[in-house]
């Protein structure tokens, strides 16, 4: 009877043990988060912006992010990019803190209006306004700093690239963002 009993407990021991192991294995793989505020390249001054980011795990070091930002038409350029990024996580994704590095490709489009004076004599001359529409393309390293906090994730990202396309000579990117993770 002794080790009925015995066989018994050491069963339901077991499956508890079992079902507690399932329960601390869940962690959030995924991360949708607002990027409230983007500062672009495309302009001396700089282009401020707003975005949403869709970031997926593959494995506990790495990720894939899809950020679309658009870009407010104010000192430089209008419109909208995207930049798909294969994040590394060198010390891992699982942690309060964490760092990531790597390489994305960027694609903006943008629209320029600016004017200019044409001098037809000494006397009068007259404004013209124009609007020129661009694609930019580029290769991009970025950088990020994220802090999680049970399901929100709070990040600072930074991307540095050159640009494949004439136009505008390099790409910065500085994203913060606040998502939530699930």
């Not at 991360?31 to 980011?53: D, F």
């Not at 994220?146 to 690239?161: D, K, V």
Request: net charge negative; aromatic share 16%; glycine share 10%.
């Amino acid at each position: 009877m002794k080790a009925l009993i015995l066989l018994f407990l050491g069963i339901l021991s077991i499956s508890s043990l079992h079902a507690q192991e399932e329960v601390a294995k869940y962690k959030p793989t995924q991360v949708l988060s607002l990027q409230p505020i983007v500062i672009g390249p495309y302009a001396q001054e700089g282009v401020m912006g707003i975005g949403v980011s869709y970031e997926k795990e593959i494995s506990n070091k790495m990720a894939w992010q899809l950020p679309v930002q658009y870009f407010f038409e104010g000192i430089g350029y209008e419109g909208f990019g995207i930049s798909p990024t294969l994040k590394l996580y060198p010390f891992g994704m699982d942690r309060t803190v964490t760092w990531s590095l790597g390489p994305g490709l960027r694609y903006s489009l943008l629209k320029d209006v600016y004017y200019y004076y044409s001098h037809d004599n000494f006397y009068s001359s007259a404004r013209y306004d124009n609007t020129e529409y661009e694609s930019v393309f580029g290769f991009e390293l970025q950088s990020g700093l994220g802090i999680n906090i049970e399901r929100f994730n709070f990040g600072i990202n930074s991307s540095l690239g050159l640009n494949y396309t004439q136009g505008v000579t390099g790409t910065f990117i500085n994203t913060m963002s606040v998502g939530i993770r699930f």
